[in-house]
């Protein structure tokens, strides 16, 4: 089988824009069927589309397999395209075995959904961002526990400070770790700070009527406390995780450019051993000429 035909097919401009389309299609439809139910007279004729968008999608996989010739097992090599495979099989599932649990058949069709991130590896740019953040993720771990000691040594300290004028946000270590992951998004963390700055019992920023046993207000202690900790867990730790994100997609955009160099050299190297076989067919051809014009002259 000519695995250049195939190969040629599954890199055309038009093919992968057509792929795009079908994918947009198949995003739109996912919303459309949220709004349609069984009863419906146009539900049938959505389970029609959605059939055809899946032969669309098979037929791509078998393409792209085919492209790689005698080793059809390389398409797997590629995570994303793992990732189309194994929703593409899940999806005909749903088809082929309606008469299991319907409540597993719902699951199933799930998979539908996640055909809308196929735009991610259909668009480079898109690519790019999933495959950095997904480069980052051990560097990012090392930047979550710094994050979670940070949260845990201001909680403890918190606890101790404000549990009495406001047992809402610091009655418990775990509470205040939530407060401070709220406050680390810059969610009404003026209103809880000054509830610490002037007491649980003042007219304005006070809930004494919540649970607060021992109105206390703590003044600079509380603006130190809450200021720094905005500072260190927003603008410092959390823009880590950015600059960490940014550092990986400069490595993935390196490799990529890299990755397309090779594919160049060898789209190259084949088009220069189709040209020398193109030559030594000629001369092949040539020669048996010669050999029937010698004949004749005999």
Not at 23 to 32: D, E, K, N, S
Not at 111 to 137: E, T
Not at 139 to 158: K, T
Not at 204 to 219: D, R, S, V
């Amino acid at each position: 089988m000519n695995s250049s035909l195939f190969r040629g097919i599954a890199e055309s401009k038009w093919f992968n824009n057509s792929i795009l389309a079908v994918i947009l299609l198949a995003g739109i439809l996912v919303g459309v069927q949220t709004y349609i139910k069984h009863d419906s007279p146009f539900f049938s004729t959505l389970e029609m589309i959605d059939l055809l968008i899946l032969l669309i999608f098979t037929v791509e996989i078998f393409i792209k397999m085919l492209a790689h010739g005698d080793q059809p097992w390389l398409y797997f090599k590629d995570p994303w395209n793992v990732f189309d495979f194994i929703i593409v099989a899940v999806c005909w599932l749903a088809h082929v075995m309606p008469q299991i649990d319907a409540g597993f058949v719902a699951v199933i069709r799930l998979a539908r959904v996640l055909r809308v991130l196929r735009l991610v590896q259909a668009m480079p740019q898109l690519k790019m961002l999933v495959d950095s953040m997904l480069k980052s993720i051990p560097s990012m771990g090392y930047v979550g526990v710094m994050l979670f000691l940070l949260f845990y040594i201001y909680g403890a300290m918190g606890v101790f400070l404000f549990s009495k004028n406001d047992p809402l946000y610091f009655g418990s270590l775990h509470n205040a770790m939530l407060s401070l992951f709220q406050i680390s998004t810059l969610e009404g963390w003026g209103d809880i700070m000054k509830l610490n700055i002037y007491g649980c019992n003042h007219p304005n920023f006070g809930y004494a009527e919540n649970g607060c046993l021992n109105p206390e207000g703590h003044g600079w202690v509380a603006v130190i406390y809450f200021v720094s900790f905005v500072l260190l867990g927003t603008m410092i730790v959390l823009n880590l995780f950015i600059g960490v994100i940014m550092n990986s997609m400069d490595e993935v955009r390196a490799d990529q450019e890299l990755e397309a160099k090779k594919l160049r050299l060898e789209k190259d190297s084949h088009t220069v051993e189709d040209e020398i076989k193109g030559i030594q067919e000629m001369m092949e051809g040539m020669k048996k000429q010669l050999d029937f014009l010698a004949y004749r002259l005999k």
